[in-house]
Structures are given as C-alpha cells and as structure tokens.
DNA sequence: TGTTTGACGGACA
DNA sequence: CTGTCCGCCAAAC
C-alpha cells in the first residue's frame, strides 16, 4: 500500500511519545522499534514537521553522535535541561541518558 | 526524470 | 576530539 510510510509515522509518533522523562533515543534507535531501520532520516523529517504546538516530547530524540541535530538547538537544550538532562557544549551523554530498549 | 537536500549513521583518518 | 566519505531514503526542486 501507499500508506506503508504513513504507518511508519504512526509507528514513530508513538515511540517517541513512550521515551521516559529524563531519558533520550536516537534518530536510528527510533527508527529501529518502528520496524524500519534504514529510515533514520524518516524519523527526523517526520518530527520536523510536527506543529509547534504539539505535546510529543521530540526534545528527546538526538542523533548517534550524543548531538543535538535540530535546527534550533536552543529550544531543544532549554527543553532537555528543564526535565535534568545535563547537556553539555551541544553534546549529552547517552552513556548515561540514553532509553535502554533492547 | 535527474539532482539536491536533510532534525541520520557508521567507518575511518 | 574534528573532519571526511559513503550508504541510505523520501521529499523537494
């Protein structure tokens, strides 16, 4: 079907949305749980466009480098602080911050 | 229809 | 640690 990338979405909306406060996942592992590995970028352009209004918490997907990917970086730390996590020059530490799924 | 772009990832120097 | 290169993929040109 056509809508196979619109799963994906679904699948994507709701990882995210189980990653617990205080925690973080990346592009890659997110894209993982949804069943599509190789769809890292996917997952990054689907929260790109959420509106800004939304209530997922996004802030807490990151990429494999322990970065912050998103255009606003600003906006993303504030949020990522205000809930403990110690970022630090741009980078965090997935070591100890990253949700353990596997 | 070919090329570029992007909130990625991993390997490597 | 930083920067480079390449594989991957859908959307936008």
Do not use: F
Not at 51 to 70: A, E
Request: proline fraction near 6%.
């Amino acid at each position: 079907m056509a809508d196979s990338q619109e799963n994906i979405k679904h699948q994507v909306w709701q990882i995210v949305n189980a990653i617990p406060q205080g925690s973080v996942a990346t592009y890659g592992q997110v894209a993982r749980l949804a069943g599509a590995p190789q769809h890292s970028r996917l997952v990054g352009r689907i929260l790109s466009q959420l509106p800004r209004s939304t209530r997922l918490p996004w802030h807490r997907v990151i990429n494999s480098q322990g970065k912050i990917s998103n255009p606003n970086p600003k906006r993303q730390q504030d949020r990522l602080e205000q809930e403990g996590i110690v970022v630090l020059r741009g980078r965090i530490s997935l070591k100890q911050y990253q949700w353990q799924t596997d």
